[in-house]
């Protein structure tokens, strides 16, 4: 065993530019392995904190619980975290948002965001009371310890109805929760259980218990529990959500399973190539050794001591280069929340089990040739593989340099393709990226079409009308009088409802949520849009005819293209369809039935949200007269370039007067959006470049091996009178050929690919397929220059021997 391993060792350190570039290839490859990980996993993490600030990190909650149940579930084994929750009432007095009061235990608010104390004590006596800052402000409350807080509260549902107000002291200021303030609208406070018990009677109170729950089979264990305290299933609520989040989503694993493949395979293509050629070169020691009395299996533990050798120098370097390169690149990457990195040694683990076997799988073919080579084919060997099988071809006309070289790629087809598949990857992944990077570019473009935007916060309320009107006459007087200004368009905007059963048997037969199944309504976003925005929406039609007067004049309503997240396919209405629209609100009560008279492909004014139903478009006049309603959603407003800085300050102080009123401005928005596409574009450029130079180390291995494997052949072509330049010229055709196999293979495949995915992908399909002809002239450029390069410094290192020496080359 011990004279394998020093044969091995010794066998490295004779083939040291082969070894160093398996080992920059498995650190390259475990280097992405590991970032793939990293990245999916910092991704899941982020998705799981931002779920848990919105449902908590616990399992299950379990509602209307008695004091004796509540003691049974602290002490049951199978749950950890228990935690108390007693609801007061709520407070909607500061429109649009509300206040819930409650009591929940210490552990509780240690645990979740929104109820962690920032500052101050929990609720110990009966009048103390802890609430976030923005919303003592709100109040008009200083955020202070000890100031008084007044506060009413209400409760009702079918059982029962209870109101109360109270005086109380600020013991605690808790942590300002984004998302409680900025999509939930609301504010939490937390009163003392002594509080509770004095005020609410015992019947009236919603006494809840929260845990975690050990084992894997999370909620199945918190049903088995919940039965054996003597709760129904309606008294039960398992965080599905929160649950579900904890394991890698489809939208997280699908990509990186996929990126991952495609590393695996560029990796053994390189190192299986190296190795191919290296025993190729070694046929005579390998019947040596069998001549004297090595085994196969020896012969076998041979190659692979030497790979795994390799990959035990590799594997570390990439695995901390991955780390290194996931800090660079996760800041580039441009979501709604800020990422950070997270790790875990699962991740160490997993990416070097990879490697190692990624490594394995590229030994295995060339151990076996390698074992089954005899003395006899050893000593007979001359480097050249002859079939005896293919019969001998007739030269077709004079032997040409062009010629020569194609038959010289094709002399170890194994290799050759092996190389072209390796570089190909490289652009067929730039192509597929840049090309759904400049959809999803456009795509967001097109969201924004004005200069600036003055929004009523009621827009942003998700279906919550809060009552304001921010953009009245006197606004939109004062807005028109601004100098600069060359058009303002009238968008208005509400949430309405339909039954209709074939929007209802669509969603129920697409969307596979319990919390759909029994959808008895859907919400549909109806549009009042002006003259202006109703010529531009022609420009998308797809069914019908677009009038403005019949819009204005009669029950007509133009529909986008509809299934159940509003993309472009799947529509269950067609032009002439009658539906019932009507608003809930019980203080407008409205039921009408309209008829399509167009359908269109994309909505103009997109909100910057999409709803679970369709969309409907009326004219901005029939709007107000169907909804009684003539408050106006939006302004978007557009100038002359040479007015920008005075339009911006206007409008900006317009919406500092009126906190209801969002300032918007297209092109602050383009900026933040041109650098958040640029970290997209460095941080994907990183990842491909890394895959790209595992391709190129493959092609400067297959390119020198073929080179100095042709030494003699070279030098005895010379010797009979071909110059130097033809010399030169037959590599750099080689070299040509070699990059124009690659790049029809990338330019082909890569634009299939891409519109393939442009076919399943909806964000795109508003923006149009375009041919990416950028891309392609990158990769085009990229990989002649690459074989240029290699060609060259191939071509010199060959010229450092004189035409004898390579002569007598293998002799």
């Not at 050929?737 to 393939?756: C, F, R």
Request: hydrophobic residues 40%; contains cysteine.
């Amino acid at each position: 065993m011990n004279s394998l391993s020093n044969l091995s060792r010794k066998n490295l350190k004779v083939n040291k530019l082969k070894n160093v570039l398996v080992i920059i290839a498995i650190m390259l490859s475990t280097c992405l392995i590991a970032t793939i990980g990293i990245l999916s996993y910092s991704i899941q993490q982020m998705e799981v904190k931002q779920i848990a600030a919105q449902t908590g990190d616990l399992h299950v909650e379990y509602e209307n619980v008695s004091e004796k149940q509540i003691e049974m579930l602290k002490n049951n084994k199978k749950l950890t975290s228990v935690n108390e929750y007693i609801g007061l009432g709520f407070n909607s007095k500061y429109i649009p948002y509300s206040i819930e009061m409650c009591y929940v235990d210490k552990s509780t608010g240690d645990a979740t965001d929104y109820f962690r104390l920032k500052e101050g004590k929990w609720p110990e006596k009966e009048n103390d009371i802890a609430m976030p800052k923005w919303m003592l402000e709100k109040m008009g409350v200083k955020p202070k310890i000890g100031e008084k807080v007044n506060l009413s509260y209400s409760q009702e549902n079918n059982e029962y109805k209870y109101e109360g107000k109270g005086e109380f002291v600020l013991c605690g200021i808790l942590e300002d929760s984004e998302l409680m303030r900025t999509e939930l609208y609301k504010a939490i406070a937390v009163v003392s259980k002594n509080y509770i018990l004095k005020n609410v009677k015992s019947e009236y109170r919603f006494n809840q218990v929260t845990a975690k729950v050990k084992g894997r089979n999370i909620s199945n264990t918190a049903y088995e529990v919940g039965h054996s305290v003597g709760l129904s299933d309606k008294n039960i609520s398992v965080n599905k959500m929160y649950i579900n989040a904890l394991g890698l989503s489809k939208d997280v694993l699908i990509p990186a399973g996929i990126a991952g493949v495609v590393v695996v395979l560029a990796t053994v293509l390189v190192i299986y190539n190296i190795f191919y050629i290296s025993i190729k070169e070694r046929i005579t020691q390998f019947g040596l050794l069998s001549a004297l009395g090595a085994t196969k299996k020896q012969i076998k533990r041979i190659i692979f001591r030497e790979g795994l050798m390799l990959a035990l120098i590799g594997i570390p370097g990439g695995i901390i280069l991955g780390h290194l390169l996931s800090l660079l690149i996760i800041p580039l990457i441009p979501l709604n929340v800020k990422l950070t990195l997270e790790t875990s040694p699962y991740i160490v683990i997993l990416s070097a089990f990879v490697s190692l076997v990624t490594v394995a799988i590229s030994l295995r073919k060339p151990s076996k040739i390698a074992a089954k080579v005899s003395p006899i084919e050893a000593i007979r060997y001359s480097g050249v593989e002859l079939n005896s099988k293919k019969k001998e071809r007739k030269s077709k006309g004079i032997i040409t340099l062009r010629r020569l070289a194609y038959l010289n790629l094709w002399r170890s087809k194994k290799r050759t393709i092996t190389t072209i598949v390796s570089m190909s990857l490289t652009g067929i992944l730039f192509i597929v990226f840049f090309s759904m990077f400049s959809s999803l570019k456009n795509n967001q473009d097109n969201h924004v079409t004005s200069d600036f935007e003055l929004t009523s916060s009621r827009l942003t309320l998700h279906g919550r009308d809060d009552g304001s009107d921010p953009l009245n006459k006197y606004v939109l007087s004062k807005v028109k009088a601004i100098k600069g200004i060359e058009k303002i368009n009238i968008l208005k905007h509400e949430q309405l409802f339909t039954a209709d059963k074939r929007i209802l048997n669509k969603v129920n037969n697409e969307v596979k949520s319990d919390d759909t199944k029994n959808f008895s309504y859907i919400n549909c976003d109806f549009f009042g849009f002006d003259d202006s925005m109703l010529e531009e929406l022609k420009n998308n039609l797809l069914q019908g005819e677009i009038s403005k007067e019949s819009l204005k004049n009669k029950d007509e309503v133009v529909m986008v293209n509809y299934n159940k997240d509003n993309h472009t396919t799947g529509n269950p209405l067609k032009v002439g369809d009658k539906i019932t629209l009507e608003d809930k609100n019980e203080n407008n009560s409205i039921k009408r039935e309209f008829t399509i008279s167009a359908i269109v492909s994309y909505n103009t004014r997109w909100l910057g949200y999409i709803a679970v139903g369709p969309q409907f478009i009326t004219h901005e006049a029939a709007y107000s007269k169907i909804l009684n309603d003539n408050r106006i959603g939006k302004l978007c407003i557009d100038i002359n370039n040479e007015s920008y800085s005075n339009v911006k300050k206007s409008l900006e102080s317009i919406s500092k007067e009126n906190d209801n009123a969002i300032f918007f401005d297209r092109k602050e928005y383009k900026q933040k959006q041109d650098l958040e596409y640029k970290g997209m574009g460095l941080a994907a450029v990183s990842l491909i470049s890394i895959i790209g130079l595992i391709g190129i180390l493959n092609s400067i291995n297959t390119m020198f091996t073929s080179i100095m494997a042709r030494k003699k052949e070279f030098g005895m072509m010379e010797a009979v009178g071909l110059s130097s330049t033809q010399l030169r010229k037959l590599l750099q055709i080689e070299g040509l050929y070699y990059s124009g196999i690659s790049i029809i293979v990338s330019v082909i495949l890569g634009i299939s690919l891409s519109y393939v995915l442009y076919l399943n992908m909806e964000f795109a399909k508003s923006s149009g397929y375009k041919l990416p002809f950028m891309p392609v002239i990158l990769v085009v450029m990229a990989l002649v220059c690459i074989q240029g390069v290699i060609t060259y410094i191939g071509e010199r290192s060959l010229r450092k021997e004189s035409v004898i020496d390579r002569v007598r080359y293998n002799e």
